[in-house]
């Protein structure tokens, strides 16, 4: 079965610096890759979608890079801010094509000022 | 931007009892709507996912008569916990997905969330 795999020991990092996220995935060739913030007691919001033919995406400080060979997405914040502490999610569609999006277990990012 | 609007937020309810938590797509039609639970600490767990008009589909494990899911119109979906009990406490969510004209194919949107907890 396919299987997501965050990094799920916090990262700490200082304000400014680049944050780096990594999600694993096996079993699988998905067609896109999406990631999520999640902040405490509220749902995932969207941040970026990047298909299997793509090798890079960006949005403003936010850098997501999708390696097929190695199944493996990067998620990086630069410039990185007390705000964006939270937890950040990776996402694929389910296998069986039925719409539905497994998450991983989520990283929790701590920026500190 | 597409929106989903969840509630309550936070629920306390008694051992036996039921709860019922709305999702409703403000601005858009969800002819897809999917139920998570997470625990503390966890990943987002897929519990069923239902059309509009039909029957919901549950996934491995899931109760379907103790996780009543109803999806009567294309801007409301609804989950019950039938005889809840504290094991049940958990964060639910809710997530529509439609059409993301800008991606060219189907975004999700999710709900803020509901707080269970069974005493």
């Known amino acids: 079965s396919q299987k997501i795999e965050q990094n799920s020991e916090a990262l700490n990092i200082q304000e400014g610096k680049t944050a780096t996220l990594t999600c694993n995935y096996t079993n699988y060739s998905p067609a896109y890759l999406q990631w999520y913030r999640q902040d405490p007691g509220r749902g995932p919001v969207f941040l970026l979608l990047?298909?299997?033919?793509?090798k890079e995406k960006r949005k403003e400080r936010l850098k997501v890079t999708f390696d097929t060979t190695l199944k493996q997405s990067l998620f990086h914040i630069t410039a990185s801010q007390p705000a964006d502490s939270a937890t950040y999610l990776c996402a694929l569609p389910s296998a069986s094509n039925t719409g539905k999006l497994i998450f991983g277990q989520g990283t929790t990012l701590q920026v500190k000022p | 931007g597409a929106v989903v609007s969840q509630h309550p937020s936070r629920v306390i309810c008694k051992s036996g009892t039921s709860v019922k938590i709305e999702c409703r797509s403000l601005d858009f039609q969800a002819t897809t709507m999917f139920w998570y639970r997470q625990f503390p600490k966890q990943s987002l767990m897929l519990m069923a996912t239902s059309n509009e008009g039909s029957k919901a589909t549950y996934e491995q494990g899931v109760e379907k008569d103790k996780f009543l899911i109803n999806h009567a119109s294309l801007t409301l979906s609804t989950l019950t916990v039938t005889s809840a009990h504290p094991e049940d406490s958990s964060f639910y969510i809710c997530?529509?997905?439609?059409?993301?004209?800008?991606?060219?194919?189907?975004?999700?949107?999710f709900g803020s969330g509901t707080r269970l907890t069974v005493v």
């Open positions: 990047i298909r299997e033919n793509e």
């Open positions: 997530s529509a997905r439609h059409r993301d004209r800008g991606q060219g194919m189907y975004g999700y949107t």
